[in-house]
Structures are given as structure tokens and as C-alpha cells.
């Protein structure tokens, strides 16, 4: 069974509004951790004498050539804070002046599957999962994470916008053409992901495009790149398959999202019938519903969850702080004092910009008590059999009424009526997602039973930190799906809890 170890908001969470291609890379990356396999992100004929050439200027350049076409891949700004990335297919003249090939027929090429290795990691980082790398002491909150394209539709067709650029460069990485870019890093608090590497493998017909968190600096991170190597697959390398997303069906799906006007539009509002599933405390609920075995992929048909009990405090003493990870610990301390008390959080006003011609602006600011919220949970296995490696997920929902509708709740108004879009608690009280939880299990030791017995129970406790504000709107979402800051029909069909103060 395929697990989730990575809590979504820990791969940008200091960017309130997510930008798009990093969200499909996220969402795709979490259905394939839990299960759901998907992949999915121009040559001429030409004569012996070019093929030497060709294979000359490959080993040279890092860029193919092929009946005198150069490809190159480069950038383009686009507005204040935007740049576009692109492979250019050029032709290659007599005195060796590069001159643009647009219009010319292409050859699609034949695309092999190829193998990845890595040289190159530094002191500290190892792999997480396939393409995650992360550092032992915070594993999955950084590090880098690798997608790869197939150039399916010819290596010329790669046109890719990254928004919110602080600043970019053209890049040689090991020989291959390469864009690097510096991401402007929210309010520069925690761990975010604000680099971005893309090396173009025209020879084989891959895009790398690689994600590269705030603790991995600059120098690390094109180090790490430098020692990528793709290969052909082989008898001896097989298992280091790269499973690449199809350029085409990437496109494809940007394409349709367009057209339907729901590219990544999140649920934030619906009827109150739609939450008539909701369950109390002490309540038992199903912990997914299945219509037969064979949809029962994450072996939750036969679990039961009941919300025993939920504290709100204004320490962390009910926190067992030996279960958290140095970074954790760490991130702790920065919000108590030396008796344990919690300390005021900062609530931040965005309003959000384009990523193109206007940046996300922080446009008020308050300091606001916070408490801790400690819920008690019981997992039961109702089934005849002992079930291994059970999944639980919460994440922490706040819902307001407001006419006949179930609102996502955005935030108390701005004592300087400022224009905004969303108020972002600062720190640990970002987290939507469970930020501490005392069970851990699985092959990397995280948010799994280990074994639950038939007709057995086992007690899982998770924590947030929230503005005491914010505690009259609170719910709890227990399904595996965890869809962090919008209503998700897995959970609206399991049913949230109320745990509302």
C-alpha cells in the first residue's frame, strides 16, 4: 500500500496562493504516493556525415543537432515577475551563426524510456521516495523533488510560464542547457520551495524540471542537478526507470481545464444539505465508504473513527515532544516561552497578485492569542481480520454559515478595512494539516498504524495551533484526502466533525 508522507502545505507553504504548476506536480505526486499510478507532463532525416556532427556537438554543447538544428533552450521575461522558458529549434549555418528554424516541418522522434542516477547529493540528504529528496533531520519538508516531461510532441513544443520571479539565469548543467530561477519566497518564515531548475536532455527528449526548497541553497542545488544522468534503459538499470509525464497530455489537460474555466478552482462554499453527514464528538463514523472490496485501495472498508474528546490550552504540555523531530522541536520553540506558554501568532492580510505583473503584498497585519487544539481520536478495525499499515489524515477545517451556504472561513475582517484576499496565521498556526500526531508506523515511521487487530482500537492524538479567534469555527477532516482549504467530496461523503468550541 502506497503511503502519503508529505503534508501538502510543507511544499510551499509560505505562498499563500500555490502556483499552478506546482499544485499539479503536488496533487499528482500525493495520488501516486497513495495509490493512484498516473504519469502524465522536432528532428529531421539526416545523412552520415550530420550524424558526426551531431554526436560532436552533443558531447560539446549538450544540445542536439540534427539536419543542422541546434535546439537551445532559454528564457524570456514576461511582465514584472514572470518568465517563460523554452526549447528554440535553430539551424545551424556554414560559419556556425545559429538562425531560427520556426515554420519547418519536424520529425517527431522516437522517445525510449531512459533510467535516472544521481552523483550527487550533499552531506544529509537522502531519498525520501522516488524523485524526493530530503534532509534526515526534515524529511519531506524540503530538499528537492524531480519531475520529468516526455517531449512527445517534439523538444521545440516545451513553453512552460513560472510566475513570482525574483530573478533568473541561463545555466550550463552537465553540459545541457539549464534555466535557473529564484522565486520570491513569501515572508521568507519556515520552509518553501522558491527554486526552480529546468535542463533540457534534447538528446534523449526529456525536460527535468526540479523543485528546490529555502534549506537547500543556490550552489547546492545546481550541484545536485549537475549529477542527474539519464541513460537508455538497460537489463541492469531497469529499476531506475524515470516515470515521466507525456508533454502532449500535460498540455492536453491545461488545455481542457481552460476551456471548462476550472483550472484548479477550489470548492469554497456549499449548501448546508451537503454537510448533513457531520458527526459529533463521541460519535462513530465510517472511515471510508467503499462500494465493494476491490475499491477499498487503502484497506479503510472495515475502520471505524470516534472523536473521543478535544482540549484547547494555552500551552504544549499535552504534547509528548520526544515524538517530534529535531525540526519540529525547533519550530516549537518559536512559539512558547521559557514556561511553555503559547505566544501571540501574527495574522497576516494578502492580497494576492498575478505572479506576472503584481506579487502577493501583505496589506495589514494583527497579533492575536493562540491555543493549542489536542483532539483524541480511536481508530477501530471492525473486520474479521488484522489489518496492516492503516492510514489516518486530519486536517483542520474552519467553516463558517452564512445564508443557507457552508462557507470556508477566511479570516476576521481587517481593522484597516484593507482590501484582501485571504488572513495567513503565521508560523506553526499556517498548518491546516495535522501538525503533530503521536502514532507513527509504516516503513518511514510516519502517520500509520502499524497493525490493528481484528475487533482492536487504537488511539491516535493530533494537534494544531490556532488563533483563539478561530476556535467557533473549527471541524475536523479524517478522511485520507486531506483537501486542506476547500470542501472534497471524499470528505463531505465521510462526514466532517464538529468540534466547534
Known amino acids: 500500500m502506497k503511503r502519503r508522507e508529505m503534508r501538502l502545505e510543507d511544499l510551499g507553504h509560505n505562498f499563500p496562493e500555490m502556483p499552478a504548476e506546482l499544485r499539479r506536480m503536488v496533487e499528482s505526486e500525493v495520488q501516486r504516493q497513495i495509490g493512484t499510478v498516473s504519469s502524465g507532463r522536432r528532428r529531421k532525416h539526416m545523412a552520415k556525415k550530420v550524424v558526426i556532427a551531431a554526436v560532436a556537438a552533443t558531447m560539446l554543447l549538450g544540445t542536439t543537432v540534427l539536419a543542422g538544428a541546434l535546439y537551445k533552450m532559454h528564457s524570456e521575461p514576461v511582465g514584472e515577475y514572470a518568465v517563460r522558458t523554452k526549447i528554440e529549434e535553430t539551424n545551424q549555418g556554414e560559419n556556425g551563426e545559429s538562425h531560427s528554424a520556426e515554420g519547418q516541418t519536424q520529425t517527431i522522434p522516437e522517445i525510449k524510456d531512459v533510467s535516472m542516477e544521481i552523483s550527487y547529493l550533499p552531506e544529509g540528504m537522502v531519498e525520501t521516495d522516488e524523485g524526493k529528496y530530503s534532509y534526515v533531520d526534515a524529511l519531506n519538508k524540503g530538499g528537492v523533488s524531480i519531475v520529468f516531461y516526455k517531449m512527445d510532441t517534439g523538444d521545440a513544443q516545451f513553453d512552460v510560464l513560472t510566475t513570482n520571479v ?158 517530534m523531530d529535531s525540526d519540529e522541536r525547533t519550530e516549537l520553540q518559536k512559539e512558547i516561552d521559557a514556561s511553555g506558554q503559547l505566544l501571540p501568532v501574527t495574522i497576516n492580510y494578502i492580497k494576492y497578485g498575478d505572479g506576472v505583473n503584481t506579487i502577493n503584498e501583505v496589506v495589514d497585519s494583527r497579533t492575536v492569542p493562540q491555543k493549542l487544539v489536542y483532539a483524541t481520536i480511536e481508530y477501530t478495525n471492525t473486520g474479521s481480520e488484522e489489518l496492516d499499515e492503516v492510514l489516518f489524515y486530519g486536517t483542520l477545517m474552519k467553516i463558517a454559515e452564512r445564508d443557507g451556504q457552508m462557507e470556508i472561513y477566511k479570516g476576521k475582517a481587517s481593522d484597516k478595512n484593507a482590501v484582501w484576499d485571504e488572513a495567513v496565521p503565521q508560523g506553526a498556526a499556517h498548518y491546516e494539516e495535522m501538525w503533530y500526531y503521536d502514532v507513527h508506523g509504516g516503513e518511514r515511521h510516519n502517520n500509520y498504524i502499524t497493525h490493528l487487530a481484528a475487533g482492536s482500537t487504537a488511539t491516535v492524538h493530533m494537534a494544531w495551533l490556532v488563533p483563539e479567534e478561530d476556535l467557533d469555527y473549527l471541524y475536523l477532516d479524517l478522511s485520507t484526502f486531506g483537501s486542506a482549504g476547500e470542501f472534497g467530496a471524499e470528505a463531505l461523503d465521510v462526514g466532517y466533525v464538529d468540534i466547534r468550541r
Not at 188 to 212: K, L, P, W
Not at 238 to 255: K, R
Request: glycine share 8%; with cysteine; proline share 2%.
Open 166 to 323: 525574483k530573478s533568473t539565469e541561463e545555466i550550463k548543467v552537465g553540459g545541457y542547457d539549464g534555466i535557473y530561477c529564484e522565486l520570491i519566497d513569501g515572508d521568507g518564515e519556515g520552509i518553501s520551495f522558491n527554486q526552480r531548475i529546468y535542463v533540457a536532455y534534447t538528446d534523449v527528449h526529456y525536460v527535468m524540471e526540479m523543485y528546490a526548497a529555502s534549506d537547500v541553497t543556490k550552489e547546492e542545488a545546481l550541484k545536485i542537478a549537475e549529477g542527474v544522468h539519464l541513460q537508455p534503459v538497460s537489463g541492469e538499470n531497469a529499476q531506475n526507470i524515470v516515470h515521466a509525464y507525456d508533454w502532449s497530455e500535460f498540455v492536453q489537460s491545461e488545455t481542457e481545464e481552460i476551456k471548462e474555466g476550472e483550472e484548479w478552482s477550489a470548492t469554497l462554499s456549499v449548501p448546508e444539505s451537503a454537510m448533513t453527514n457531520t458527526h459529533a464528538i463521541g460519535e462513530s463514523f465510517a472511515a471510508a465508504h467503499v462500494a465493494s472490496p476491490e475499491d477499498d485501495w487503502l484497506g479503510l472498508g472495515n475502520v471505524e473513527i470516534k472523536v473521543t474528546d478535544v482540549q484547547f490550552s494555552d500551552n504544549v504540555s499535552l504534547l509528548d515532544q520526544s515524538l
